[in-house]
């Protein structure tokens, strides 16, 4: 008795092996040639820049929603915090729009750094920029791994 999997077309879709698209080793043991995407990914950089940019964007919203609970919860909250959240919020959203310029993943590691810094104005800022920090550390690292 066969195999019904056998009595398939070579070119069947549902069929496993390197005409159905697989990426990785093929059937003779090879890898994928130099010019294949080693990602699965239509356009590794545009995803890396929407990866990018959600980041920088997500980023802004806490920052501006983060306001009202911390003049409330944190106390004391100095008009030139408020100023520096609000400036912060405003490079995110600009800096999101830039992310397809060469220097905007340097300028997004800064960004993360003057978030850690106006901790001095209030210590939520430090734990908000320490978050976002790591969160901007894994992008980093995800964009590594894509783009090599």
């Not at 879709?13 to 390197?18: H, L």
């Not at 800064?110 to 210590?123: A, E």
Request: net charge neutral; proline share 7%; charged share 15%.
């Amino acid at each position: 008795m066969t195999d019904p999997v056998d009595e398939r077309p070579a070119g069947d879709p549902d069929r496993p092996g390197p005409e159905a698209g697989a990426s990785g080793p093929d059937a003779t043991g090879g890898t994928d040639g130099p010019g294949e995407r080693r990602s699965g990914l239509r356009n590794p950089a545009k995803a890396v820049r929407g990866l990018g940019a959600g980041t920088l964007a997500l980023e802004a919203l806490v920052l501006l929603l983060a306001i009202q609970p911390i003049r409330v919860v944190g106390g004391d909250l100095s008009g030139a915090a408020i100023g520096a959240i609000v400036a912060l919020a405003v490079a995110c959203v600009v800096l999101a729009g830039r992310m397809g310029r060469p220097w905007a993943w340097n300028a997004g590691t800064v960004l993360q750094g003057l978030l850690m810094l106006s901790g001095l104005l209030h210590w939520s800022l430090l734990v908000l920029g320490v978050i976002f920090a790591l969160v901007w550390a894994y992008a980093l690292h995800v964009r590594r791994v894509i783009l090599g």
